[in-house]
Every structure is written in C-alpha cells, then in structure tokens.
C-alpha cells in the first residue's frame, strides 16, 4: 500500500491473495492506531484504512511583553493681581509649585478713618488706606547628572539640604524663613534628573499689624 509520509508499512512485501494482510503503523515521532491491509486480487493494491498519525512532538510558544512607563512632571508660573480702591487697598499674590502644591499669601490692610471738626453748618471727613504688597518667587538649579532638582518654594520659605539629592530614597527639607512660622516640610527625590516632590510649609507672618481707628 501507499503510506502518508508520517507512517510505515510493516510486512507488506510478497503478500498473496485471497487472504494475505500485512499492517501499517505510525512512524518514529508519531502516535496513531496500526491498522490492516488486505490482499483480494491478484496484481491489485492492497485495501485498507491508512492510520490517523499525530506527532508526539510539543512545541511551546513564549511571549515576553515589556512597558516602560515615563513619568512627568510640570511647573505652571505664578500670577499676581492687585486691587485698589479709595478706602481699602489689597494685593495678593499665588504661585502653583512643582506637585500641583499651592501656597498663597495674602496681605494684611490697615485702615485709618480720622474725623475732623464740625459745626451746625458742615462736616469734613477725611479717610486713608496704606497698602502693603507680598509677593513669591522662586529660583531654578541645574543639578549635576543623575540627581533631583531641588524644589521651588515661596519667598516666605527655603531649602535645607536640597542639592546632590540622588534617587531613589533621597530626600531634603522646606522650612519656613525667619519672620514665618510654620512646620517643615519633607521633599522626596524618586527619579533621576526630575524635580523632588512634597508639599510646601504653611508659613504664616509672625509680625503683628495692627489698626487703629481715631
């Protein structure tokens, strides 16, 4: 008989009619049923069913993924708006800082409303308002390769050991300057070349103003 090319046939030379049989089975590297092959006629093929061979050879496929992710931060610049008016003047002044962090810092306003002589016929009144402005800035470092960029903090605080921070378990801190108080704050240094992250200090002005009215 012919065979696929994944089995062999076992005897089946010289075999004669009406009865001769000779079997055809799976080759090396395959599993599969022999099976009978019969010999009816004379200078005819030989009759049967091939066998159903299947490899006994596993292949394994393996998929490797890998994500990288980036991470980014951003430094929006500060505003200022003042408002004046004839009796009362404000200024006010905000700065969103590395984090997404806000710290704003808002003016005291001392008014004085003096009142002059008078008499059955008029009345002069005189009212006067002083101003005073705050504001917020900050300061950029290039720090060398490798490190954290210290953190941008308000006028009203200021860095204590924020340079040659190294990642990923640095860190430095933000205090309140002299004339403030409020607690520290820790910044944390977690990737190479990237600005340290925290949340500024509350400072509040430790000088009193004071208003008087006469």
């Given at each position: 008989?012919?065979?696929?090319?994944d089995a062999e046939t076992d005897g089946c030379s010289l075999v004669s009619p009406p009865s001769g049989t000779c079997m055809v089975r799976c080759k090396v590297g395959y599993v599969g049923t022999p099976t009978t092959y019969y010999c009816y006629l004379a200078d005819d093929a030989m009759e049967g069913s091939a066998p159903s061979c299947t490899s006994s050879t596993t292949t394994t496929t393996s998929t490797s993924m890998t994500t990288a992710t980036s991470t980014s931060s951003s430094v929006t610049s500060?505003?200022?708006?003042?408002?004046?008016?004839?009796?009362?003047?404000?200024?006010?002044?905000?700065?969103t800082i590395v984090a997404a962090e806000t710290m704003t810092s808002t003016t005291a306003t001392a008014t004085s409303t003096s009142s002059t002589e008078?008499?059955?016929?008029?009345?002069?009144?005189?009212?006067?308002?002083?101003?005073?402005?705050?504001?917020?800035?900050?300061?950029?470092?290039?720090?060398?390769?490798?490190?954290?960029?210290?953190?941008?903090?308000?006028?009203?605080?200021e860095t204590d050991g924020c340079s040659l921070v190294?990642?990923?378990?640095?860190?430095?801190?933000?205090?309140?300057?002299?004339?403030?108080?409020g607690t520290p704050t820790t910044y944390y240094c977690y990737l190479a070349d990237d600005a340290m992250e925290g949340s500024a200090p509350s400072c509040t002005s430790s000088t009193t103003t004071t208003t008087s009215t006469s």
């Open positions: 008989p012919e065979v696929a090319m500060s505003t200022s708006t003042a408002t004046t008016t004839v009796t009362i003047a404000t200024s006010s002044t905000s700065s008078s008499s059955t016929t008029w009345t002069s009144s005189t009212t006067s308002a002083s101003t005073t402005t705050s504001s917020t800035s900050s300061s950029t470092t290039t720090p060398r390769p490798g490190d954290c960029y210290p953190p941008e903090v308000a006028m009203d605080a190294s990642p990923p378990s640095g860190t430095c801190m933000v205090r309140c300057k002299v004339g403030y108080v």
